[in-house]
């Protein structure tokens, strides 16, 4: 049951970003690679240390789930915030969504 829960909610974040990606690709002709990389990157570290910190099951620690959700959070808002354009914003938060999928993707076999 937790493997489907997690297979949905990436499937959801994998959806998000292509939609983002589309939008992006949509209104302004193109996608900013530098923005998508970094998104994806971060996205990508963001599920590495909840994996690293036990934070597989917000039952079992509560505190560390928030912890580690409420700091990673502060760094994306931070780095979005940093972006002034609209398209490059679009692409770091695609490359957020498909970047935690992609954790999800690379280690569901462990």
């Given amino acids: 049951m937790v493997n489907a829960v ?9 959806l998000g970003g292509i939609g983002l990606l589309a939008l992006s690709r949509l209104l302004d ?3 900013p690679a530098g923005p998508l990389a970094v998104g ?13 910190a036990g934070c597989r099951r917000f039952r079992g620690g509560p505190g560390r789930s928030l912890g580690v959700a409420m700091a990673w959070a502060a760094l994306g808002v931070a780095a ?3 972006i002034d354009d ?6 770091f938060g695609a490359g957020l969504g498909l970047g935690s999928a992609g954790y999800w993707l690379a280690r569901r076999g462990e």
């Fill in 80 to 82: 979005d915030r940093s």
């Fill in 29 to 31: 002709g193109e996608v």
């Fill in 40 to 52: 994806f990157a971060v996205g990508y570290c963001y599920r590495h240390a909840r994996a690293t």
């Fill in 6 to 14: 997690r297979a949905v909610g990436t499937g959801i974040e994998c």
């Fill in 86 to 91: 609209p398209g490059a914003s679009r692409a």
